[in-house]
Each structure stands twice: as structure tokens, then as C-alpha cells.
């Protein structure tokens, strides 16, 4: 009898244990924000331009700000022209004022003349961009002038990159 009881009682329990599983559930949330595609475009006959620039018996440097009307700072160039000076302009639009866009500007870039002579120009104006949207983004630098730097017309290009 007592086998009889313990057979019982073990399949009771089976019974009783195949029902008992718990099952809990909670809800999970899946978004998604679409935003439109920025715009960055270089303005129309915008450069960064140092004017025309004199140099002096030793190495020297101009210097522009990154902003709309910058003023060149010179040291120890020989001299300089009337010629305008300005900034690179850029314009970031249809922007998400939610977002942070990542304004990039490369290190420096080599500039050249026809005869392949060259300077080099420290570029600024990497900036982050939040809270608006649309901005004028400015590229100034620092150009360095060789002593007697030799003649021409000197030019190069670079690429500002922007990520958000």
C-alpha cells in the first residue's frame, strides 16, 4: 500500500508541477526619429584668400580669423596690398535643432603655384553645431610666407566634412 501511495502521490505531484509554470510579461518600445537630410554647400565665389602679400627677408605669417569680415593680422612679412582679404564661407542648412552636426576642417593644406612652389596654410574653424537651423560655417587659417617666397599665384583645395 505504501508503494500504491507513493505512486500516487508522485504523479499527483506531476500533475500539480506541469500546471504551476509562472509567465510574466511587459510591454517593450521600439522608435525611430526620421529627420531630413542636411545641406552643406560651399557659397558661390567664396575663398580663403590672403590678398596679395609682399615677403620679407625672413619667414612670416598672415593670419585670418575664421568669420565674415576677418582683418589680417601679418608678422614679419614684407608687406601687403589693398587687395581684399576673406574667409571661406560655407552654409549648413535644413537643420534638426535637436541634433548636433560635427563641423570638420582638415589640419592644413599645401598651396601651389605654376612652378610647383608651394606654402602651407594651418586651417581653422571646426565647430559643432546644435540649436538652429541653419548656420554660416567660416574657414579662416594661417598662411606661412617664405623668406622671399617666390612669385605666383598660390592655390589648393581641402575638404570640410560634416557628421551628425
Known amino acids: 500500500m ?3 501511495f507513493g505512486l500516487v502521490m508522485v504523479f499527483m505531484f506531476a500533475a500539480v508541477m ?58 614679419q612679412i614684407g608687406g601687403r596690398t589693398s587687395d581684399p582679404v ?21 589640419e592644413s593644406v599645401t598651396i601651389t603655384n605654376a612652378n610647383s612652389d608651394t606654402m602651407s596654410v594651418a586651417l581653422t574653424g571646426s565647430t559643432d553645431v546644435t540649436g538652429v537651423t541653419s548656420k554660416d560655417i567660416y574657414v579662416g587659417g594661417v598662411l606661412t610666407v617664405g623668406a622671399s617666397q617666390a612669385v605666383g599665384e598660390y592655390e589648393g583645395n581641402y575638404t570640410v566634412t560634416v557628421t551628425y
Request: proline residues 5%.
Open 86 to 106: 576673406s574667409s571661406d564661407h560655407f552654409v549648413l542648412g535644413n537643420l534638426d535643432t535637436g541634433v548636433t552636426y560635427h563641423v570638420s576642417v582638415p
Open 2 to 4: 505504501k508503494k500504491l
Open 18 to 75: 506541469s500546471h504551476a509554470t509562472v509567465t510574466l510579461t511587459d510591454q517593450g518600445t521600439a522608435k525611430a526619429k526620421i529627420i531630413q537630410a542636411a545641406t552643406f554647400v560651399h557659397a558661390s565665389g567664396a575663398a580663403l584668400d590672403f590678398g596679395t602679400i609682399i615677403p620679407g627677408a625672413n619667414e612670416g605669417t598672415v593670419t585670418l580669423s575664421a568669420v565674415a569680415n576677418p582683418t589680417p593680422v601679418d608678422n
